[in-house]
């Protein structure tokens, strides 16, 4: 990853690659007798979560599977969905559970998650799949820290042998992209908005990855000459607009590769969604079609 002008880590033009591999598998599937089935649970009315929700349903739909969207007031009490959750579970038609975060203030959301059966957890957030995580066993893969390693394959950005800066210790994206970097070999700093010089941690990157949610925090000539930038932070401005935690424009001029904001991770996000529902659905036809 030599010193230039950046290229554009395109994450729409990625994940549409992945959505057609993962219709093409899920109409096989169908064709076999098993379509791909995933709930979506969405409760109250944020305007940003019902976006996200009808992007969700159009791409799986578009994928060829069969949704169920369940839309509860914000009323809705701790035990009727908990009390959904576990119908879901108990339905073969469906492959994947996704709950909307956030919830409702007065809602217990880990509670929440911890009712979805492991093996529909597209989300990777059960403390099943994340034990799984940690242990280096398969289990489903948190959706955006997945996304972002395949945006890298698929750009043959290799992580073996990498010095790799996650800024940002969440457990949706940074400590779970730490994990997923160490199992390709990589050697992994995680920092954070209180790192003590964090300029300089961020400066020694060949791949760095800011997902701390603090709009362009990461600066131009923190970056390493040449290195991988994955921005996933997505942070609207007073004006409207929306920008990453990285500052692009100076960024991209000393960046190898970098993901724009919008376009870049949050298209892979969704596409991983996608990809987690249809493994969970061919893991559950494999043992009908050996008893068949």
């Known amino acids: 990853m030599s010193a230039a002008v950046a290229r554009v880590l395109d994450g729409k033009a990625t994940s549409a690659l992945v959505r057609a591999e993962v ?38 739909h578009e994928a060829g599977f069969h949704v169920r969207t369940a839309r509860l007031p ?41 009712c979805i059966d492991p093996a529909k957890d597209v989300d990777g957030l059960t403390a099943t799949n994340v034990a799984a995580l940690v242990m280096g066993r398969p289990g489903l893969r948190p959706c955006t820290p997945a996304g972002c390693i395949e945006l890298l394959d698929r750009h043959g950005i290799e992580l073996e042998g990498r010095e790799v800066v996650v800024v940002g210790r969440s457990l949706l994206v940074g400590k779970p992209f730490a994990l997923l970097a160490l199992e390709r070999h990589a050697t992994v700093t995680i920092a954070h908005s209180r790192t003590r010089d964090l300029a300089a941690v961020c400066g020694r990157a060949d791949v760095l990855v800011a997902a701390v949610g603090r709009p362009r925090l990461v600066q131009g000539p923190w970056v390493k000459p040449g290195a991988a930038v994955l921005d996933v932070g997505i942070n609207r401005l007073p004006d409207g607009s929306l920008v990453g935690d990285v500052d692009y424009a100076p960024a991209a001029e000393r960046a190898g590769w970098i993901t724009p904001v919008p376009g870049g991770v949050g298209p892979m996000t969704i596409a991983m969604l996608l990809a987690n529902t249809l493994r969970s659905a061919e893991r559950a036809a494999a043992p009908a079609a050996a008893r068949s």
């Open 74 to 114: 914000a009323a809705t009490s701790q035990a009727e969905i908990e009390a959904l959750v576990a119908g879901l579970n108990a339905d073969p038609s469906l492959h994947g559970i996704l709950v909307q975060l956030p919830l409702p203030a007065g809602l217990d959301a880990e509670r929440v998650v911890a």
């Open 23 to 60: 219709r093409e598998r899920a109409l096989r599937l169908a064709a076999a007798g098993c379509t791909p089935g995933l709930a979506v649970v969405l409760v109250g009315d944020d305007p940003a979560s019902q976006v996200y929700v009808r992007n969700k349903d159009k791409a799986a």
